[in-house]
């Protein structure tokens, strides 16, 4: 059996404290000031985006889930069970990529692949997300970011867990602001400040097109949530937890077993 534990920062500070224990039973438990774990139900209508992060649950919830959920997705693991000391996930650099790390090795049972066979589109203002069935085993995703600050950014990546390990999991969250945001002069050691003259950032990019790698990021973070895998193309533009969550929502209603 494979245990991870993490500890670190939370991005609305203070400390947590994250294990991870494979092979058995999904499930999402968190430790409020007791010694007894609270299950909190991982599913679809339990999901809330709160302050550009997402959040498990209502009464008794988790903050920042997107990162950690996304190595998972990532690395292919869903027979995990999920223990958390406190109200967040640390959120490190701002990346997947300490989790990935510290999930390396982990093996997970065979869990059955699924796809849809059905076109499905969801839009928002100038966002939107496409699910184009294929007959493949891949799932695909053409990821755009357009904005005045960074004009376009696109990449086209085969999702396997090579690929998500050395060209997604690196990529930090970023924000679009202006030269008068006062964390841009007290840059934290995670994410990039954008502003209409240049990017900010504690230590160099990692990628030239970093912001639209998160973006993907994100995308299967939100998409963890059908704890499955499944094959066809994603073609995202401008996408946000939001969308995320409704496409995963409209995604659930038609994928099918096929392996």
Do not use: W
């Amino acid at each position: 059996m494979n245990k991870a534990k993490l500890e670190g920062r939370c991005l609305g500070g203070g400390k947590s404290i994250v294990e991870v224990t494979a092979g058995e039973q999904f499930g999402l438990y968190v430790h409020h000031n007791s010694a007894t774990p609270v299950n909190i139900s991982y599913g679809i209508d339990n999901i809330f985006v709160r302050n550009h992060s997402v959040t498990i649950g209502d009464r008794t919830y988790l903050h920042v889930v997107e990162h950690l959920f996304s190595a998972l997705f990532g690395m292919r693991i869903y027979d995990v069970r999920i223990d958390v000391y406190g109200e967040e996930i640390p959120f490190f650099d701002g990346s997947s990529q300490k989790f990935v790390n510290a999930l390396d090795g982990f093996e997970n049972g065979h869990v059955p692949r699924v796809r849809s066979a059905e076109r499905i589109e969801v839009a928002e203002g100038n966002s939107h997300i496409t699910y184009l069935p294929m007959d493949t085993d891949d799932l695909i995703v053409e990821m755009s970011l357009i904005h005045p600050h960074i004009g376009t950014q696109r990449i086209i990546l085969k999702t396997d867990v090579g690929t998500y390990r050395s060209e997604i999991a690196p990529a930090r969250t970023f924000v679009f602001t202006d030269e008068n945001d006062p964390r841009l002069q007290r840059l934290p050691p995670y994410g990039i400040g954008i502003t209409e003259g240049r990017m900010y950032s504690a230590t160099p990019l990692r990628f030239p097109d970093e912001p639209v790698r998160h973006k993907l990021l994100d995308l299967l973070g939100d998409l963890y949530v059908l704890r499955r895998p499944f094959s066809g193309k994603i073609i995202g533009v401008n996408t946000s937890h939001q969308l995320n969550v409704q496409f995963a929502r409209q995604l659930s209603l038609s994928l099918r077993d096929y392996v």
